[in-house]
């Protein structure tokens, strides 16, 4: 089996008239199944919205952070600004907005760890490890697969656990309305310590004073899923 080199995988956007090619690396892989068909995309890096190849003052202001989740046919940008009270993705078919995208992904080996023990021994031992999370939605008619490397990963060895901790991922609103699949993400999280739930903390508007509202990771979901830690050759 194989899995993705997120250090050397990358989706680039073209603007219209080869402007700009906009090169950005991977945070996570998804398969999103519905209807039997399966749309393979990718939640992109943040960055921070740019004046871009100004002669100087390059960071916008007021300034924002920039992401997205791509493929070839399809894009959705989410800007993630102070003070944001709702969230709308940007979102659409690739042409015209893009003259456009590409992927460079790369794989490499990867065998699944199949106990507890395993994952705490390949983590203590410095490997490269990747996880995938498979959720359905709550009328069982849809999946969304996502792969994505494990930042944070937390292990004991004298009493075998371990527990992972990373983001961002594209988490799937099942309700959303958004015209293609791509928009129909929101930035989270995840954690787990066992093969069969996890645990969401979503980005969302969030009171930090009486009638005051920025965004923050503050929506704390625990679903049904199907985990795997992967090791990566």
């Known amino acids: 089996m194989t899995a993705t080199d997120f250090g050397r995988s990358f989706v680039t956007f073209v603007t219209p008239g080869r402007g700009n090619n906009a090169r950005i690396q991977v945070e996570a892989r998804i398969e999103f199944s519905a209807d039997g068909v399966t749309e393979e995309l990718y939640l992109l890096a943040s960055c921070k919205?740019?004046?871009?190849?100004?002669?100087?003052?390059?960071?916008?202001?007021?300034?924002?952070?920039?992401c997205g989740?791509?493929?070839?046919?399809?894009?959705?940008?989410?800007?993630?600004?102070?003070?944001?009270?709702?969230?709308?993705?940007?979102?659409?078919?690739?042409?015209?907005?893009?003259?456009?995208?590409?992927r460079q992904i790369v794989t490499r080996p990867a065998e699944k760890l199949e106990g507890?023990?395993?994952?705490?021994?390949?983590?203590?031992?410095?490997?490269?490890?990747?996880a995938r999370t498979e959720l359905t939605s709550p009328d069982g008619q849809r999946t969304c697969l996502l792969e994505y490397p494990i930042k944070t990963m937390n292990a004991n060895d004298i009493i075998p656990m371990y527990q992972v901790d990373t983001g961002p991922v594209a988490y799937p609103e099942w309700d959303s309305q958004a015209e293609v699949v791509a928009g129909r993400f929101r930035l989270a999280f995840v954690a787990f310590n066992a093969p069969d739930f996890a645990d969401?903390?979503?980005l969302t508007p969030t009171e930090v004073a009486p009638g005051v509202l920025t965004p923050h990771y503050s929506e704390v979901v625990s679903l049904p899923a199907r985990n795997e830690v992967w090791r990566v050759e």
């Open 116 to 130: 507890v023990g395993d994952v705490v021994q390949a983590t203590l031992a410095g490997e490269l490890l990747i």
């Open 69 to 102: 989740v791509f493929n070839e046919t399809q894009f959705s940008i989410i800007r993630t600004r102070l003070g944001d009270t709702q969230f709308v993705a940007d979102c659409g078919p690739v042409q015209p907005r893009f003259e456009r995208i590409y």
């Open 200 to 202: 969401f903390v979503v």
């Open 49 to 66: 919205g740019e004046d871009t190849y100004a002669a100087r003052d390059l960071f916008l202001q007021p300034n924002y952070d920039f």
